[in-house]
């Protein structure tokens, strides 16, 4: 599928929830959505756009925490980003795990390290921290 189908059909679909579709060359798209449609937005991409879910990663930023979720169109070679931004003081956000098994450790990983709640997670255990930093420590924020 074209970058601009895609654009189209994400505006046609998620028009309230879409914040901003920013394109970056011939094959990446950003597109900035309101938190509470990560779920539905990653549900369509998935299962009706046929994108794969490659990873997903978080910043703290003057904005708040950010997270991207990096999909991709392996027939195209198109890579969609779908960033959220979250309140930073209670960072909070529902878990792709229903959807993808792969999201279940890099959401620990962003749990320990920015504090980020994934809300219904099956396991947000540590995986990472054992011993390295002391409990409510989260290393990958920015102190002000």
Known sequence: M????????LKAGFEKDLLRVERHG???LSV???PAAIVNVARFMHVHLKLRFIIASAM???KGMEILYHFSDDSSGNVI??????DEK????????GIFVAADWIEREMHELFGI????HPNLE??????????????YRKDK
């Open 2 to 9: 074209k970058i601009e189908e895609l654009t189209d059909t």
């Open 26 to 28: 011939e094959r990446r």
């Open 32 to 34: 900035h959505i309101a």
């Open 60 to 62: 703290h930023t003057r």
């Open 81 to 86: 980003n779908v960033q959220v931004v979250l």
């Open 90 to 97: 209670n960072p909070e956000i529902e878990s792709l795990t």
């Open 117 to 120: 709640s994934f809300l219904n």
């Open 126 to 139: 540590k995986l990472l921290s054992e011993g390295n930093w002391a409990e409510g420590v989260h290393p």
